[in-house]
């Protein structure tokens, strides 16, 4: 049986997250107390969710959260438009080469 952590999100409305029992969430908001399976996770949700409240030690972790989360998503954009420019000459050379 899950465990149930009640939380609210950005709109103030009561959301629940489900934990199971044989995981144990690796950090907590502690504003909200919303569970999360990693720190960085929870310096994110801490940053968007609960700015004005942060000291200099969990905006410091935030903003490194932040800057690791910008540069995975960028890599993750430059493997997409690589996939799309493979994708696209593979089938120019398959139509060349096989039905011309
Ligand atoms: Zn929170």
Known sequence: MPRQFPH?????????????EDVTPAD????C???FPTERLCALHLGE????????TERDR???????ETDELFVYHLKIVAA?????????YVYVFVWI
């Not at 709109?11 to 489900?18: C, Y």
């Not at 907590?28 to 504003?31: G, H, S």
């Not at 799309?84 to 120019?92: H, L, Q, R, S």
């Open 8 to 20: 609210d999100d950005a709109r103030g409305q009561s959301l629940a997250t489900s934990v199971p």
């Open 28 to 31: 907590r908001c502690p504003f």
């Open 33 to 35: 107390d919303r569970p």
């Open 49 to 56: 969710r609960h700015d004005d409240a942060l000291d200099e």
């Open 62 to 68: 935030y903003e490194s959260a932040n800057d690791t």
């Open 84 to 92: 799309f420019i493979c994708t696209f000459f593979g089938f120019t």
